[in-house]
């Protein structure tokens, strides 16, 4: 069977909860946001991601540990898995800066932010925002449920005015989002990171069209476009399974359509002014470079951030 063989596991208005089918990608990504809090040298700090991740389930709760001894005797694979987990602390780095610069009063000074499939992103919780800064985090209902449940056992209070807007992406979210108190006359900054291969790519249009028509002049929009269909993400996830029992097929929750808009493309011709990096560059300009003998099996994506004109 060939990559474009690949039986998809999705179908229209599907629905999840946190371990299941894109649910557990927002567990994936949590838990290596846990390995670099957890490591020497942390990039980012989410002190949060090992509950989050660890309140999943045993199998899970391995997935978090910086030692990656779930790996033990696989020393390609804990290679790989590092690789993994260094970019999600660049990408998480990235996004972090993003928005800390967005509502810096010295910046844009926007106190309207949207967090679109926000999973279990804790920015709402971990991040220092300027008095009366509004976080709206869309997901699903269970998604979103779960964060909070989680977070609320442990005595977490949200640091933002945050407002779950629990709601498919392939849905009228916009109402849902106006409906939470959303005001499309202030600026806003817009986050979607991890999200566009979920989306069928007419949803990522309408998913685009959408965010620029709610968005006032001077607002802001982070994306991430990531490519999953490398050897070394494929082979992490398959370890995933064999190691953990964990059966997440990453590819098969995505949607491989080659004629889906270029993000950067798309939004500098719909009035965005665009500035985009490629993920490996980035790595290296943090620190975190992908070792040379990795390049060709290491996940690719570009970061990118755009202000309404
Ligand atoms: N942005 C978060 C992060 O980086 O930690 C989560 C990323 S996770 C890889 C993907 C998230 O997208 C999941 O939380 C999933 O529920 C959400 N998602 C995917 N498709 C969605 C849709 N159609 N509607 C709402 N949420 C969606």
Not at 240 to 261: C, F, I, K, W
Request: proline share 6%; with cysteine; glycine share 8%.
């Amino acid at each position: 069977m060939t990559d474009l063989d690949l039986p998809s596991l999705r179908t229209a208005g599907d629905s999840w909860d946190i371990t299941e089918s894109v649910g557990a990608t927002a567990l994936a990504v949590a838990a290596s946001r846990a390995v670099e809090t957890a490591g020497p040298d942390p990039l980012i700090r989410d002190e949060f991601a090992v509950h989050l991740v660890s309140a999943a389930g045993p199998a899970w709760a391995r997935l978090t540990d910086a030692e990656m001894a779930w790996l033990d005797g696989d020393e390609h694979g804990q290679r790989i898995h590092r690789v993994g987990c260094d970019y999600q602390a660049v990408r998480t780095h990235y996004f972090d800066e993003f928005l800390a610069a967005a509502t810096a009063d010295a910046g844009a000074g926007i106190r309207q932010v949207v967090i679109l499939a926000a999973g279990l992103d804790s920015r709402a919780y971990r991040l220092q925002w300027p008095s009366g800064t509004a976080v709206y985090e869309i997901d699903q209902p269970k998604v979103l449920e779960y964060k909070a449940r989680i977070l609320g056992s442990h005595g977490v209070r949200p640091a933002a005015n945050r407002h779950s807007v629990a709601v498919d992406l392939r849905d009228d979210w916009p109402a849902a989002l106006v409906g939470a108190g959303f005001d499309p006359v202030r600026p806003t900054a817009w986050l979607a990171e991890g999200l566009l291969a979920y989306l069928p790519s007419d949803a990522q249009d309408r998913l685009f069209e959408m965010c620029t028509a709610l968005s006032a002049p001077g607002s802001q929009f982070a994306v991430e476009a990531f490519n999953l269909k490398v050897t070394g993400n494929k082979q992490r996830w398959n370890r995933m399974r064999d190691r953990l029992g964990l059966d997440v097929n990453v590819e098969a929750l995505t949607y491989q359509e080659p004629h889906r808009s270029d993000p950067a493309r798309w939004l500098a011709e719909h009035g965005w002014q665009v500035d985009s990096v490629d993920n490996h560059p980035e790595m290296a300009r943090r620190g975190r470079p992908v070792p040379q003998d990795l390049i060709e099996e290491a996940i690719t994506s570009r970061l990118m951030r755009g202000v309404r004109q």
